[in-house]
């Protein structure tokens, strides 16, 4: 490895010389930005962050935080520049612990990192050492399950860097890497909705679009939201559905993805882990969508009917929790432990009927999934982790890293206690033991 670390060091000082000019002109965009932004944005304050948190003083900044699912059913992992204070503030081996304590979470999934750019600034620009142990330190376990990386508002500065990490990067993982320079190119790729995205980033969005005003192909229009179709499955609510189909509470796509599943599904290592073709996955939202059926088998793909079932879950317009259950989650961290289950059959039981109905549904299903787990792997802790996000989240914004731990608790003993917390309550057309 010493030789790689020589060849960069070498490489940089290279760049520098060889392209003083693109760095000068970095460092004037940022003395630009920085004049326009005498006011430094107030640290963001994360409410459900507790000061016991092994990571409080790198947390607190926001500067990575978690979207649910993108369109192929990756997680999430949102990195915001403008939200590091300057470097004096912030202890930068500390952060990479940090993103790598997160990233554990996840290592095992396929995930998704979008990198806003903007806001990186000599003054809370890390060093070049960072940058090369950083990229060292995510071996071979990140780096795999890493699917996508989106660089959004990309500099010269960046370009550069890209250059010295070239030769050290592999093809495969420089074929993850898309350029965006605008916010809006996002949008074809995950629920810009659901991000974090941080004002100033928005802000400089819109300046840029201003700049290039002309030059830019003209911004394509969101086409204002369709009325769905009567068919339509994904994205309308579960009472919408149940109208359209003859009363029946489960929705057809969970009720096919899950005997699907039972069927062909249980024992695959790592079921819900990975994410599919994003081509296949629209493709089988417009058939459904369309009112017509589908046939799983002809996608030879088990994932496929995997990330459906989440993609749904995820498209409700409000969680199958629901909004208003979200605090009640939060707190279950807080409840002492012999008191978690009662607690969360309570929390359940004041769901609304059919939300009740359809998620003793689904985690009946899981906890079958779950049983397997000397197959699948996927014991009730790692499909908590994989549905927690796409279950519930919070009616503004995205959760923040710190919810995800309550979150995923309340889904993992859900799934464990199944039989527990679901048994006050016997759902119509259900099949008694
Ligand atoms: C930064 O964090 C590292 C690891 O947690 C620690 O060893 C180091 O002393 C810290 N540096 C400062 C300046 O606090």
């Known amino acids: 490895m010493y030789w790689m670390q020589n060849f960069l060091s070498v490489h940089w000082q290279l760049s520098i010389l060889l392209a003083p000019s693109e760095l000068q002109k970095d460092e004037a965009e940022d003395m630009q930005s920085e004049q326009e932004e005498t006011i430094m944005p107030p640290p963001l304050e994360d409410p459900e962050l507790n000061i016991n948190h092994p990571y409080y003083d790198v947390a607190r900044h926001g500067i990575i935080q978690l979207a649910g699912d993108d369109n192929s059913g990756r997680k999430v992992i949102t ?46 620009k890390p060093s070049l050492k960072w940058l090369q142990t950083a990229y060292k330190e995510f071996d071979r376990k990140y780096k795999k399950n890493l699917k996508a990386l989106y660089v959004v508002h990309p500099t010269n500065f960046i370009k550069i860097l890209w250059n010295i990490f070239k030769p050290l990067i592999s093809h495969k993982f420089g074929k993850k890497i898309t350029y965006l320079n605008y916010l809006s190119d996002l949008r074809e790729h995950l629920k810009y909705d659901q991000l974090n995205i941080p004002q100033e ?56 993805t899950v005997s699907y599943l039972k069927r062909k599904g249980l024992q695959v290592e790592g079921l819900f882990r990975r994410s599919a073709s994003i081509q296949t996955i629209k493709d089988v939202q417009k058939l459904y969508n369309q009112g017509k059926s589908v046939n799983f088998d002809d996608y030879h793909d088990i994932h496929v009917p995997a990330v459906i079932l989440k993609t749904f879950l995820r498209e409700l317009p409000q969680p199958l929790l629901t909004f208003e259950c979200y605090d009640h989650v939060l707190g279950i961290t807080s409840v002492e432990s012999s008191l978690r289950v009662t607690r969360c059959k309570q929390i359940i039981q004041g769901l609304p009927e059919h939300n009740y109905i359809v998620l003793k549904y689904l985690i ?70």
């Not at 030059?215 to 579960?238: A, C, D, N, Y």
């Open 364 to 433: 009946c299903f899981l906890h079958m999934v779950s049983q397997e787990s000397i197959y699948n792997r996927m014991t009730a802790s790692s499909l908590a982790c994989v549905f927690g996000l796409n279950l519930i989240w919070p009616s503004k914004g995205t959760a923040s890293l710190s919810a995800l731990v309550p979150l995923n608790l309340f889904t993992e003993l859900l799934i464990d206690f199944y039989t527990n917390i679901f048994n006050s309550r016997t759902v119509p057309g259900e099949i008694l033991p």
């Open 79 to 124: 990195f915001s520049c403008c939200r590091m204070p300057p470097s004096h503030q912030l202890n930068h081996t500390r952060l990479l612990e940090y993103l790598k304590y997160t990233l554990d979470q996840y290592v095992e999934n396929d995930y998704t990192i979008v990198y806003f750019h903007y806001g990186l600034k000599s003054l809370n």
């Open 201 to 256: 980033v928005i802000r400089h969005d819109e300046n840029l679009r201003q700049k290039h005003k002309g030059k830019l192909p003209p911004v394509v229009k969101i086409p204002p939201p369709r009325p769905p179709l009567p068919t339509q499955q994904f994205g309308v609510s579960l009472k919408y559905i149940k109208d359209k189909n003859k009363g029946e509470l489960i929705p057809p796509v969970m009720k096919e």
